[in-house]
């Protein structure tokens, strides 16, 4: 199974920049190798913002695209999540995540019923 460990999150002004990290370790299973950030704001549901495909192609909730661009490094051990543009929105816990296999190779946007492992979640808040 992998463990996962998020860093990089904090407070920033709205318009800043934030590059959250995940540390990827032990091996990965069919259930665990589809690598992915979710968010999670006050009175609202987990739900991804950033996905790796199999083929490499990144996938983006309507909210952050153009903005955040999700990225790994060549020995798959951390994942990032650069942030761009961040908005009052952008305020949440957010949480590294492996989920099943199959929702990287299809590319559909993973719930969070499908992860199978989480980090502890880092802290990132956004102020005006």
């Known amino acids: 199974q992998v463990q996962l460990a998020e860093s990089g999150g904090g407070s920033v002004q709205a318009g800043g920049s934030l590059r959250l990290s995940c540390s990827v370790s032990?091996?990965?299973?069919?259930?665990?190798?589809?690598l992915s950030w979710f968010r999670e704001s006050s009175g609202k549901e987990r739900e991804a913002v950033a996905a790796?495909?199999?083929?490499?192609?990144?996938t983006y909730a309507d909210s952050v695209k153009g903005r955040f661009t999700i990225s790994q490094d060549d020995a798959k051990k951390t994942l990032f999540l650069q942030m761009n543009d961040l908005n009052t929105d952008d305020t949440g816990f957010y949480y590294c995540?492996?989920?099943?296999?199959?929702?990287?190779?299809?590319?559909?946007?993973?719930?969070?019923?499908?992860?199978?492992?989480w980090g502890q979640g880092t802290q990132v808040s956004v102020s005006s």
């Open positions: 995540a492996a989920a099943a296999s199959w929702y990287c190779r299809t590319g559909r946007r993973i719930p969070a019923r499908g992860v199978s492992v």
């Open positions: 790796l495909a199999t083929d490499g192609d990144p």
């Open positions: 032990g091996n990965p299973t069919s259930s665990s190798s589809c």
